[in-house]
């Protein structure tokens, strides 16, 4: 049984910071890729950011030059989010992409941006 586990989100003024970050635990043999993805009211999921098993990072374009992703240790991805906007609310979530091919998702985190 995978888990993973989520905090770090809440509520911050126009150009705050926050710092998310994702544990997994549980039997998943090999990780391709670990991220995050973040869901608006009446908006689909997107990608935010992710990185692979060989360190490469990919940001949506919205975030890039603001949000950080690091992969702490094997099982720990984390995302630092600086100078957040009102349109960064939002329910973040925690993503792996195992080698088998599967994906496992966090149970999200909510992010409010006020402005």
């Known amino acids: 049984q995978v888990q993973l586990r989520e905090s770090g989100g809440g509520l911050v003024q126009a150009g705050g910071s926050l710092r998310l970050s994702c544990a997994a635990s549980g039997s998943i043999l090999s990780i391709n890729a670990m991220g995050w993805y973040r869901q608006a009211p009446g908006k689909q999921r997107e990608l935010v950011a992710d990185?692979?098993?060989?360190?490469?990072t990919a940001y949506a374009d919205s975030v890039q030059g603001r949000f950080i992703i690091s992969r702490d240790n094997v099982n720990t991805v984390s995302l630092q989010m600086n100078s957040l906007k009102p349109e960064d609310t939002a329910v973040y979530y925690c993503?792996?992409?195992?080698?088998?091919?599967?994906?496992?998702w966090g149970q999200g985190t909510q992010v409010t941006v006020s402005s």
């Open positions: 990185i692979t098993s060989r360190g490469s």
């Open positions: 993503h792996i992409l195992s080698s088998t091919p599967r994906h496992y």
